[in-house]
């Protein structure tokens, strides 16, 4: 007979509720979330448990922690526990268990340790760029205080000239200098962030794949290999696109079907790099992506085109990790740009590695630099 176990992961301990189908009855206990508890914990499972709980910040490292003690262990989706519930958030135990029972828990694809790694790369790393924009909004509300407005996209140490200073207060010039040497440090280790991702990238071979693609570069194959994961787990171009919140969103009432705009359920840091890569391959691809963009903007905008562009970008990125084919419209000029980016990235990888060394290992115990490979197929 299986046991139905539901995990309430929190900070200081676990609560853990047993479900019994036949009695109709909940067991509660609950034990310290430290490697004491854990181990207690696990001498009273066994292979005939089942186990389910909530994706947290550690859940997969709990699952990690669970599978080789008990027969199986599901990661419910929050999102759709709250659609299912009174739309609150509720981490219970109990409700859990049941629903492990009946087999109605939604669940969530766990991915292996290199593609969780490199999520969680990436999304610090967006907050790096996060605190980056942060940083020059700062400095660019101080500049209009003098009427100067700063360019979109300008460079911070050639635009803040010492005359544009001397005519600040004392106090706004301290505040620019402040922002302006915070927003200097941020970039440095964002640019380190890229050649940690971009050295991860080039160990992946289907991944590798995806900079052939116009307008695709390190980070953006790197968001798109992440977030999709395993490629086979889609069996059609709409899941996918549904995954990354591209679908359209239909409202649907009696006989009158309306199509709006795309449901923005799926990943958002996914559908922001495809909007981003969409709006290049639109400038220079000239292949059927660049001419499925010209269909589009003629028919619908140049908004709405993009969108669509970015959808279509995410299924043939999906086709390419499926097969290993590189993209077939490739500009030869494009990848040679691309080739001269990842130098400049290995470059940032080695002083990256020469300062770790330099922290950790004892000085006269350095270890050689092992070498780049990182390669575009040709």
């Known amino acids: 007979m299986p ?3 539901g995990l309430d992961l929190h900070a200081r301990y676990v609560h853990v509720c047993e479900w019994l189908p036949i009695e109709q009855k909940e067991e509660h206990s609950r034990f310290p979330n430290t490697a004491a508890g854990w181990d207690r914990f696990l001498q009273t499972v066994g292979p005939d448990c089942r186990v389910a709980l909530e994706v947290t910040g550690n859940a997969f490292e709990v699952y990690d922690r669970l599978s080789p003690h008990v027969g199986e262990v599901l990661l419910a989706n929050p999102v759709a526990l709250r659609r299912l519930g009174s739309g609150r958030h509720t981490d219970d135990a109990a409700r859990l268990a049941k ?15 290199p593609v969780r790694e490199l999520r969680r790369l990436l999304r610090y790393r967006e907050r790096l760029s996060a605190q980056m924009t942060r940083l020059r909004n700062q400095i660019r509300a101080v500049l209009r205080r003098y009427d100067q407005h700063l360019p979109r996209g300008a460079d911070l140490d050639r635009h803040l000239d010492p005359a544009l200073l001397e ?28 050649a940690e ?9 289907e991944a590798r794949v ?40 239909v409202h649907q009432s009696g006989e009158t079907c309306f199509h709006g705009h795309i449901s923005k359920n799926g990943n958002a840091l996914l559908r922001t790099y495809l909007v981003e890569a969409a709006n290049t391959l639109a400038r220079f691809d000239r292949g059927p992506l660049g001419a499925f963009y010209q269909r589009k903007r003629r028919q619908i905008g140049h908004k709405r085109a993009v969108v669509a562009l970015a959808r279509k970008l995410l299924i043939v990125a999906w086709r390419m990790l499926l097969t290993g084919e590189r993209y077939r ?13 990842l130098n400049v990235l290995r470059q940032h990888r080695r002083d990256w590695d020469t300062l770790l060394r330099a922290l950790l290992v004892p000085e006269g115990e350095m270890p050689p630099c092992e070498q780049d490979r990182t390669q575009i197929p040709a």
């Open 99 to 113: 629903m492990l029972a009946m087999g109605t828990l939604p669940t969530v694809w766990v991915p292996p340790q």
């Open 3 to 5: 046991r139905y176990l």
């Open 210 to 249: 995806l900079l052939t693609l116009t307008g695709v570069g390190p980070i953006t194959a790197a968001v798109i290999w992440a977030v999709l994961g395993d490629a086979r787990r889609f069996r059609s171009p709409k899941q996918v696109a549904r995954y990354a919140g591209l679908d359209p969103s």
């Open 197 to 205: 991702v971009t050295e991860r990238l080039a160990r992946i071979p």
């Open 167 to 194: 005519a600040m207060s004392a106090a706004d010039r301290v505040i620019v200098l402040s922002a302006l040497r915070q927003w200097q440090r941020t970039k440095e280790e964002r640019d380190a962030f890229d």
């Open 329 to 341: 419209h490739a500009r030869p000029k494009t990848l040679r740009t691309k080739r001269w980016q």
